[in-house]
């Protein structure tokens, strides 16, 4: 039978037809979770999706046409298009020729695919005569349906399609030295520390960006005004510093900082959590978390990062026989490439992005509130991309509220329902993932080794153990409950969360895989991590006292 | 007089063009203080010399000359084959050969201190083409070892040589190869070497091929042998496979047969440790030696102790793989993979 979620008309799960045709589905906690809204699945998500089969088609995948996905309350599930035997045989020369320059040289494919991209979104504002924020208002009618147009069909497409090409051949090269390394050494590299240590101490532009609004934050806690940040209201911090000569100084430098690097928002695609460039006040949440930080932490890790991931590398290429070694070089610096990637493209990819999607979804929202449309102008998120186009002119004509309203409220008991994580039969899951590696970035299944008595078994894990308070925070505005020294336990973490890395202890996620962003950070910072847990979130508690081993991949929970 | 015969302890690589590979190389190995059997060569001229002298050349000549006017076929190779074949086993060798090639056997048969001494008659090519000749086994007595010299020059017109130097445009009459003539091993087990795995190329590995009996079962690929691999690193034996043997060669009172392998024998490996270590370092001579990986034929004599019983037939550079780009290798991987 059809599972209707908000009219999404082909969207729904059918558990006769789509079990019949695919065997399992698997959900995407990472980026359905809160449950997602219609314009985020007609927006981001489609053209997420469909760079997926881009991806797929453009590499010649031998076993997979790309994603397809269906929804369950708004969770998203997906699985993979897999090819016949007749297909993979043709697809495989083709493939062969097309991920080898991905092998030879990461960077050399990436490096002008990220110039093109940060030039059509210069383009895209700068042709409409946009620079602030505010500049999107001067806009017509026509001016802003036509930017939102060009935004959901040609920047978000061309978007999707090079973010999938290159998430694509990155989880194949991983997936594959992951694949060698469990075979050479028998044990899990995902939650083996010296895998760890191989793929740690590089840098990314998220550290970079952070650095400088680091540097801000420190400024700010040295200055004469630091009091001002005490105060709990954003909104009236920033007022505050704009009372004085030297306030007014450094607001100057942090709204410079926002035009260049605030085009970022917490849930990237959703478009429904503001971007830093938006509303200053937000930002400074960030700033407060980064001012009591006495040191950068990713420049004090970096020097011991660098120096274990040579040594852990010199270790390991010894037990490599000699035969392979050649291989399993080749792939590690290619395995390197891609992880650092991973890291480094949301800046280039989802941030920006998310930010110009944010920014033209709330205009238009601001137009049908005010036109008397809708309600709330954040109720344009319960619309679908095609309504919206076809209300945009005459602004103000179309009673939207019926549309809203049901989804709404069905979007609001969604919140209350906990996904299952599989759909259909669970056993089949593995030979999926395997079929399309690329499935592993939001999908995670914990390794579970009963041996260890554990609480809770992570799917990947970065080293080092620690024992210390939890606290679980759900989503990155809450982010500024953290203390110093706390253990961070959150359903996934994504680039907004990295400010908080050089406070916290240790992490724990419920989502999250080798090639996920608590992993990866935790490793940069040099602080232990379980991620891909499934139930942290559930099963540990604010005040808790928990062991995180990231040697080992699991938590436990000391005192209940 | 002409020479024709050279002891292998006189001579070397630098004999090649005089000797064809095989001779030379088994000249090089005694030189270089492996144990090899006792034996001499004939020379390319003793082959050349006797289509000469006999008037075999012309003969020949006409034969395929006929055949190069017309559409090849295999079947023609076949027919002229036989013939050319018959005309030089008929032929009586000319004195001043024949008396170079006794006199030597009659010298081998002092120095082994053994009447009639079994031996192998093995061409010896100026290119190795593995497989093209015929080899002659537990050849006894001067008439034999005549009759199995020229047995050896006449597989040079085997239906497989000539379409082989038709394919390539070579000459077609003539292609003198030389012929080793050496003592034979009793062999209680024999196989190759390979100085590097011959299937990835990987030349941090030495692996051995071994059944009972004399190594012809194992070269021509008839059994399923034991296999040995040893790292060169250490020179221990990292891992053995036991083949099923089901068949092996064995001396006969004169030539060889093949016989079924006992079950008890097919049950337990062929070579000992030592054994294998033993024929490993000789291994890493000859490919130290002749600057290559090698493939080498080997043998261990019966009722002989170690270090001696270890005896090399034949060292040639061993073909490998073409090494694939790394890279490549990275693709085929994945391609497993997934």
Known sequence: ?560 | MKRYAYWLDEVGQGDLSLLGKKSANLGEMTRIGLKVPRGFAISLHAYEDFLKQTGLEGKIEKIVHCLEEEQQNIDQFISISEEIRYLIESCEMPDNISSDIVGHYRELSRRCGVADPAVSTRSSGPVSRPGQYETCLNVIGECDVLEKVKRVWASSFNPRSLAFRAGNRLPLASDPIGVAVIGMVNARSAGVLFTADPNTGDTSRIIVEANWGLGESVVSGEVTPDIYVLAKDGMKVASRTLGRKSRCVSLRQVGVAEEDVPDDRRSVFCLSDAELESLAEAGLILEKHFGAPQDVEWAIEENTPLPQSVIILQSRAAVLPAKKDTVDQVVDLMLKWL
């Not at chain 1, 100057?252 to 849930?267: Q, V």
């Not at chain 1, 980064?290 to 270790?315: H, Y």
């Not at chain 1, 505005?477 to 706390?486: A, F, Q, Y």
């Open chain 1, 1 to 560: 039978m059809l599972h209707p979620a908000y009219d999404l008309s082909f969207y729904e799960y059918d558990d006769d037809r789509d079990l019949k045709g695919y065997g399992v589905l698997l959900c995407d906690v990472v980026h359905g979770r809160p449950p997602m809204k219609p314009l985020y699945m007609g927006l981001g998500w489609y053209w997420y999706y469909h760079g997926t089969r881009y991806g797929a088609e453009m590499l010649s995948l031998p076993t997979t046409h790309g994603w397809d996905s269906r929804f369950v309350n708004g969770y998203p599930y997906i699985t993979t298009i897999r090819t016949t035997e007749e297909e993979k045989k043709a697809r495989e020369p083709i493939f062969r020729e097309k991920i080898k320059p991905f092998i030879e040289n990461f960077d050399a494919v990436w490096d002008p695919l990220k110039e093109d991209l940060l030039k059509t979104y210069k383009e895209a504002k700068e042709s409409r005569g946009l620079r602030e924020w505010q500049d999107i208002q001067k806009l017509s009618n026509v001016d802003l349906l036509s930017f939102f147009l060009d935004f959901a069909y040609i920047i978000n497409r061309k978007e999707g399609e090079v973010h999938f090409i290159m998430l694509i051949a990155s989880c194949y090269i991983a997936g594959l030295f992951q694949q060698m390394w469990r075979d050479l050494f028998g044990i899990e590299p995902s939650v083996d520390p010296a895998f760890s240590r191989a793929m740690g101490g590089f840098g990314n532009q998220i550290t970079e960006v952070t650095r400088i609004l680091w540097q801000l934050a420190r400024r700010a806690a040295a200055s004469d005004f630091r009091a001002v940040f005490e105060n709990e209201d954003n909104a009236q911090i920033l007022k505050d510093l704009a009372g004085t000569e030297s306030g007014r100084q450094w607001l100057h430098d942090y709204h410079a900082f926002l035009a260049e690097h605030g085009w970022r928002s917490d849930r990237m695609h959703a478009y429904d959590t503001p971007a830093l460039v938006e509303d200053p006040a937000y930002g400074i949440r960030e700033v407060k978390m980064l001012m009591p930080q006495e040191v950068f932490s990713w420049d004090v890790e970096l020097d011991r990062t660098i120096k274990e991931r040579e040594e852990a590398v010199r270790e390991v290429l010894g037990r490599v026989p000699e035969g392979q070694r050649g291989v399993f070089e080749v792939l590690l610096k290619a395995t390197q490439k891609a992880n650092y990637w991973i890291e480094d493209h949301t800046y280039y990819c989802d941030f920006y992005i998310g930010a110009l999607g944010r920014w033209i979804v709330t205009e238009l929202g601001r137009r049908f509130a005010a036109g008397g449309c809708i309600d709330d102008p954040e109720d344009i998120h319960f619309l679908h991309p095609n309504e919206i186009r076809k209300a945009a002119i005459p602004m103000g004509k179309i009673n939207l509220r019926p549309y809203v309203e049901r989804r709404k409220e069905a979007w609001e008991r969604n919140m209350t329902i906990e996904p299952a994580p599989v759909l259909g039969d669970g056993s089949q899951a593995q030979a999926v993932l395997r079929s399309d590696p690329t499935l592993s970035v939001s999908t995670q299944i914990p390794i579970v080794r009963e041996e260890l008595k554990a609480d809770l078994y992570g799917a990947a894990a970065a080293p080092g153990c620690v024992e210390g308070v939890a606290r679980v925070v759900m989503t990155a505005d809450r982010l500024t409950e953290m203390k110093p020294g706390e253990i961070l336990v959150a359903p996934g973490t994504t680039t907004t969360w990295t400010v908080v890395f050089g406070l916290i202890k240790g992490v724990v996620t419920d989502g999250g895989g080798a090639l996920s962003h608590p992993v990866i950070m935790a490793r940069q910072c040099g602080i232990p991590c379980v991620a891909g847990c499934l139930e942290a979130t559930a099963k540990i508690r604010t005040g808790q006292r928990i062991r995180v081993d990231g040697d080992r991949g699991v938590v436990y929970i000391m005192d209940r």
